[in-house]
């Protein structure tokens, strides 16, 4: 059963441009999480999708946004970036609930420029 | 203070010891998760835990509910558990993970 997979893997960008992630979850987990992993706030959650909604929600600003489409993948939306957007983002797929076993991509390493 | 802490923040040992990594939290939860993490960022999920303990080959996790306490412990360390140990918590009546500020364990030959 193939991974999770995120795409791009890396992605240089300016301020101000903006920026959407795509993660593909395993097959038949419908539930998936995003995260945005800095060295100075570690992993911090961004939000989860199950069955198209958006369960719950993280404490980042309205410039970041998500949607999940009917085949369970994911994409994330960073619009306006600021110099502090740059990071990690991994996502992480479940069966049915977030606390079920995660299982995570490789993530996509942003850089801000 | 943070939700979900955990100590060491720094580990090192030599190959052969046993290992022990606190994490610590402070509200409700509905599960407790071990992850490690290689460098270069790959994420595996090592443990899933609510209650009692749980063995995957030398790692063991427990978890105590009364106490919000959970440990995971490394017997035999090899310098291939070289990682960084992040333990994780789900609140009761969310689907979002509070992630502790991870521990870097290095193992020398």
């Known amino acids: 059963k193939a991974g999770v997979t995120q795409t791009p893997r890396y992605l240089i960008k300016t301020r101000g441009q903006q920026v959407t992630l795509s993660c593909s979850p395993i097959?038949?987990?419908?539930?998936v999480s995003w995260y945005q992993q800095t060295p100075g706030q570690g992993l911090q959650f961004l939000f989860e999708?199950?069955?198209?909604?958006?369960?719950n929600k993280g404490n980042f600003p309205g410039r970041f946004s998500g949607r999940q489409f009917s085949n369970s993948r994911s994409e994330m939306n960073v619009s306006t970036l600021e110099l502090g957007d740059s990071a990690l983002y991994l996502c992480?797929?479940?069966?049915?609930?977030?606390?079920?076993?995660?299982?995570f991509g490789p993530g996509t390493r942003l850089t801000v420029l | 203070k943070n939700e979900v802490e955990q100590s060491p923040q720094n580990l090192t040992a030599q190959e052969g010891e046993f290992i022990t990594i606190n994490c610590s939290y402070s509200v409700g939860i509905s599960a407790l998760h071990w992850l490690q993490q290689h460098p270069g960022g790959g994420i595996v999920s090592l443990f899933m835990l609510s209650s009692g303990k749980k063995k995957h080959g030398r790692l063991i996790a427990t978890i105590n509910i009364q106490e919000k306490h959970s440990s995971l412990h490394i017997t035999a360390s090899h310098p291939r558990d070289s990682a960084v140990y992040i333990c994780?918590?789900?609140?009761?009546?969310?689907?979002?993970?509070?992630f502790g500020t991870g521990t870097r364990l290095q193992v020398f030959p």
């Open positions: 097959s038949g987990h419908r539930s």
């Open positions: 994780a918590a789900t609140p009761y009546n969310t689907d979002k993970l509070i």
């Open positions: 999708y199950f069955s198209e909604t958006q369960r």
């Open positions: 992480a797929s479940s069966r049915q609930q977030s606390w079920d076993e995660q299982f």
